[in-house]
């Protein structure tokens, strides 16, 4: 494997990335009990029906894809015969302040070492996605339980794919956020050195690079290299890769309307070109990143929220409301000058009248109300309005 490629991959809803992305690397199995259609739809089950957190929780695919990253991390420690490590936290998960530093504490007086800066990173309500995962670890089947033992018989087996069939012994680690920031589309398309296209950034946070077809606009795994995998969801874009023997996952979540993105990787394809001929597809590398949609651009200090740019208003440079609710739309339009106000979300801005027994039409006309029609319209001189039609007509016609 090329120095530097030890690259990360982001989990979606449930454990669906994590076991869809492994698949493919997994011999027989030895337990039929447990597979991917059990676990999807345990899972699935658990997030809609097993207690209260979850539904409000994974209506954001951001928030359900961090519950099943925690949920997978829970597993992973229960499987490996800490389970009561797991029911002490859970069971005093409501009596947690809504905050990181509070559920991490948590977890360490627990005695369980995950970092939820890491599997989290700044999601919104973080308390509500510690509720979810632990309503589905503790859920139908001890679903995070058997997700763990999933995880780490997968885990092996990505162990022993990389070590020519030689077993191991290793546990994964919970999914944790990747680097999908849109400054990777430009960084990668010219030669440098920057570890970033080359599987982690200079913090060290891993980065999804993996082969791709551009025609089909489909991840295209080159063995004996991590696996990726791609996953659309209702919410978005889930974009996952294996980033160590064990199967350790790094995710990216890239929600609607913001643009899944894979770019040529020019300096990968040129210091480690895919034509060795232990390498399968012989495709070129590409890296992915999640871009800002028309109308928006990331913002220039490169910040990241949950591994993907924040994106800001080109109207306005403020940052842009993708909750397809939004009153104003995704850019509200920018402020009014100084005595002008704006009639509606997106109107123009006008004058507001001086005459105060007048009123305002919404194209900005200032009208003596009886000369407003139903459709407000503002009626000129000599005419007046008619309420059959909702127009103006001449005052000798009304007489």
């Not at 039929?32 to 999807?40: E, R, S, W």
């Not at 990253?69 to 936290?89: C, I, K």
């Not at 199967?247 to 394809?269: A, F, H, I, R």
Request: charged share 10%; net charge negative; glycine share 10%.
């Amino acid at each position: 494997m090329a120095a530097g490629l030890c690259m990360k991959s982001r989990v979606s809803a449930a454990m669906i990335a994590v076991t869809a992305m492994l698949w493919p690397w997994v011999p027989g199995r030895a337990d039929p009990g447990c597979d991917l259609g059990d676990i999807v739809n345990a899972f699935i089950n658990a997030a809609s029906s097993i207690g209260s957190a979850c539904p409000g929780v994974c209506e954001d695919g951001v928030g359900c894809a961090a519950a099943a990253a925690l949920a997978a991390g829970l597993g992973g420690v229960g499987a490996s015969g800490n389970q009561g490590s797991v029911d002490n936290f859970c069971n005093n998960v409501n009596n947690l302040q809504n905050n990181i530093a509070s559920i991490q504490n948590a977890l360490g007086d627990a005695g369980i070492a995950l970092d939820l800066s890491q599997i989290l990173g700044s999601v919104g309500n973080p308390l509500s996605i510690a509720q979810c995962a632990c309503d589905a670890e503790e859920g139908v089947g001890q679903l995070g339980s058997d997700v763990g033992a999933c995880f780490q018989e997968l885990g092996q087996a990505i162990c022993q794919a990389m070590n020519l069939g030689t077993p191991c012994s290793c546990t994964p680690s919970a999914p944790v956020l990747a680097d999908c920031g849109q400054n990777i589309s430009t960084l990668c398309e010219q030669y440098t050195s920057d570890t970033t296209c080359f599987g982690a950034d200079s913090q060290g946070t891993s980065t999804i690079v993996q082969g791709y077809d551009p025609t089909s606009q489909t991840i295209q795994n080159i063995s004996p290299y991590y696996p990726a995998q791609q996953t659309q969801t209702s919410g978005g874009t889930l974009v996952s890769v294996a980033d160590q023997y064990c199967g350790g996952l790094s995710y990216c979540y890239c929600p609607k309307p913001m643009v899944p993105t894979w770019t040529y990787d020019y300096p990968q394809n040129l210091d480690n070109p895919n034509n060795c001929m232990a390498c399968e597809n012989h495709s070129s590398w590409y890296i992915f990143s999640c871009n800002c949609p028309s109308g928006t651009h990331p913002d220039p200090s490169g910040k990241l929220v949950n591994g993907v740019s924040v994106c800001l208003c080109d109207n306005t440079n403020q940052p842009a409301d993708f909750n397809p609710q939004s009153f104003f739309g995704m850019c509200p339009p920018p402020a009014c000058p100084t005595g002008q106000v704006r009639l509606s979300g997106n109107g123009n801005c006008v004058t507001p009248c001086s005459d105060p027994t007048k009123g305002m039409t919404m194209d900005g006309t200032c009208c003596d109300p009886s000369q407003v029609t139903a459709c407000g319209q503002c009626c000129p001189a000599k005419t007046i309005p008619d309420p059959a039609t909702g127009t103006c007509i001449p005052i000798q016609t009304a007489q």
